[in-house]
């Protein structure tokens, strides 16, 4: 792993962060800091509090108490800018499908003020990366969920965004696809991309992520990496999803 704790400025800050629907916490006091360069992966059961949390970093919901800082800048207080350091991809991504591809490109670069020349270099790069550029021309409504999925990736990393955050990344991603992202996800760590990545898919999260954090029940219940993971659950030889089963067994939540 290329990451190292404690040498990389932190770009993404979680602190206390809250949200309830009602009297249902669904994320409880949540603290964390991932840093520059760093791949971190965000496990847990269903309705642990994940997605609802990726809403929160992505600034599309609004705590109930605590904070988001994304690059040094509060989430709260200073939206723009903040929405313009992160690359978002959610897991249920919503596509205006009378558009073309490139027109949906165009349309996420004036989002973030991409000027035009350069909006030309970097759509036929990310095109081109993803395998759509013999697409580009086509209404998004003729793509296939997959190729859908891959256009969200491209319109994330089009304004080259410091932090990415992505919810189940891999969904619906054929295994040519999935290879490709996890190729693209190593190279954006390299050049010093934050990525903070929600998954089901162990395999993907124990293969790719510098740390791990699991949440359960909206409680953040174990951090660290896959090593430290392992050493909690007196786990010596398992993988990453006997490690989550028992760390996740019979915990009571306060």
């Known amino acids: 792993m290329h990451y190292a704790i404690g040498v990389r400025m932190a770009m993404i800050e979680l602190r206390n962060l809250t ?20 791949i971190f992966g965000f496990i847990g059961p269903n309705g642990a509090g994940k997605t609802t949390t990726l809403r929160m970093m992505g600034g599309v919901l609004a705590p109930t108490e605590g904070l988001v800082v994304i690059d040094g800048l509060n989430m709260a207080s ?6 313009k350091r992160i690359g978002f991809i959610p897991d249920r991504p919503f596509l205006y499908e009378k558009l073309t591809g490139m027109e ?12 035009d ?35 969200i990736i491209s319109a994330a990393i089009l304004h080259d965004p410091k932090v990415i955050v992505v919810d189940e990344p891999m969904v619906g991603l ?3 696809g999935i290879k490709m992202v996890k190729g693209l996800i190593r190279d954006l760590a390299q050049q010093g991309t934050t990525l903070f ?44 999803e006997e490690v989550f089963l028992i760390l996740t067994e019979g915990v009571s939540i306060p």
């Open 197 to 240: 990545m929600s998954t089901h898919t162990l395999a993907m999260a124990e293969d790719v992520c510098d740390r791990i954090g699991i949440i359960h029940k909206g409680v953040l219940i174990a951090i660290g990496t896959i090593e430290e993971l392992k050493r909690r659950a007196q786990v010596q030889e398992g993988d990453l």
């Open 19 to 38: 949200k309830r629907f009602g009297e249902m916490v669904a994320v409880n006091r949540l603290n964390l800091s991932v840093s520059k360069g760093e």
């Open 117 to 151: 020349d350069l909006f030309r270099k970097k759509s036929e790069e990310v095109l081109k990366k993803f395998l759509l550029y013999d697409w580009g021309d086509e209404l998004i409504e003729s793509y296939s969920y997959g190729m859908k999925q891959r256009l």
């Open 174 to 176: 054929d295994p040519a």
């Open 78 to 83: 200073e939206p723009e800018k903040a929405k």
């Open 104 to 115: 949906f490109l165009r349309f996420t670069a004036d989002l973030y003020g991409i000027k």
